[in-house]
């Protein structure tokens, strides 16, 4: 994870490494732990949970930091009861102050303070990006990472031709993204001329709000969904796209995340809206999650409808429009205006 961007979402995982640079190199790297997205409806004990920073290492040290936290979570993780299994309640149950020391102990050195770095988004930058050595990368949106032909949308056909002729990479982004990457100076006319041909090169039809929003596949492939989220969330945008249109916030990066059940698979307990499946066609909502992925969000509504989602919204962007503050984002307005409180860590997301 390279700031500025926190494009996966580095304080929802486990075990997490933030980069740092100084002069264009690399010098090492911030060390997160404690973070996981699952929860369960009803049982306040389970809850999701960011990731704390602990502290600094160097590149070459990262591997085998990340080997001792595995043995922490293997000798002290719960294994009687899978609810309670994953690491971030190791670490709430013990305290961070020990599962440091512990790690330390297992190393037999002492990690350095974290060092000082500064998230802006946890979006994708689509198009064309340069990189350090010439190359060239494109990063394609591809809606909630379904690639199909559709329509006139024939992605699956363009990616394939390309695929043909491509000498680089391929490289699918947490958020459900596509990289062409290791794009060959003398290579990205041909690159370039095959997205034009399949329209891909620029698409000024899709909003910012599409473009940032994320879904779990949901039904029917998944088993434990209880309602839809991959095959819905584009419809519920289209309507969001509507409303925003009309208050003036059409180019307001607004983060929208929907799973179909509890378990989060598509990190909506970080998102600024949130939904999370409860029966086919209902949803609970989630406000207040941060910009770059910083925040966990709050509770708002359960078991509502797409009627009732955006009858809430509505006037909820409405008043964002003509109260918000310079450069606030819409999770940070929500909680300043009192629409929900602001949750501080994992343990209080269920108050």
């Not at 060390?31 to 929860?39: N, T, W």
């Not at 899978?82 to 020391?101: E, Q, V």
Request: glycine share 10%; charged share 25%.
């Amino acid at each position: 994870m390279a700031p500025p961007i926190n494009d996966v979402d580095v304080y929802t995982q486990d075990l997490g490494f933030i980069a740092i640079a100084e002069g264009g190199e690399l010098v090492g790297l911030n060390v997160c732990v404690g973070g996981g997205m699952g929860r369960t409806d009803n049982e306040p004990a389970t809850y999701p949970r960011l990731a704390d920073v602990i502290g600094f290492c160097l590149p070459e040290q990262a591997i085998e930091i990340a080997e001792k936290i595995v043995t922490i979570q293997r000798d002290f993780g719960d294994r009687t009861e899978r609810k309670h299994a994953r690491m971030k309640y190791t670490i709430d149950d013990r305290g961070l102050d020990w599962f440091r020391t512990e790690l330390e102990r297992r190393l037999g050195w002492s990690l350095k303070e974290a060092r000082p770095f500064h998230f802006e988004s946890n979006c994708d930058r689509t198009g064309w990006t340069s990189g350090i050595d010439s190359s060239w990368h494109y990063t394609l949106f591809i809606e909630n990472g379904r690639v199909q032909d559709t329509g006139n949308l024939r992605l699956m056909t363009a990616l394939r031709e390309i695929a043909r002729v491509h000498a680089g990479d391929f490289r699918l982004t947490p958020n459900q993204n596509l990289i062409i990457a290791n794009i060959a100076a003398d290579e990205r006319p041909r690159i370039k001329a095959l997205l034009e041909e399949y329209g891909l090169d620029e698409r000024p039809q899709l909003s910012v709000l599409r473009q940032n929003a994320m879904a779990c596949v949901a039904l029917p492939t998944c088993g434990l969904a209880m309602a839809e989220s991959e095959r819905y969330l584009p419809s519920l945008i289209t309507r969001i796209e509507a409303i925003l249109a009309e208050c003036g916030l059409a180019e307001e990066p607004i983060i929208i995340r929907m799973s179909g059940c509890p378990n989060g698979c598509s990190r909506p307990y970080v998102a600024e809206i949130g939904f999370t499946g409860r029966a086919p066609g209902y949803y609970n909502l989630y406000l207040g999650g941060g910009f770059h992925g910083q925040r966990l969000n709050r509770l708002f509504l359960e078991n509502i409808g797409e009627e009732k989602i955006l009858e809430v919204l509505t006037p909820m962007f409405r008043t964002y429009a003509a109260e918000r503050k310079s450069d606030e984002h819409f999770g940070d307005f929500v909680i300043r205006a009192g629409y929900v409180r602001e949750v501080l860590s994992g343990r209080t997301f269920n108050d």
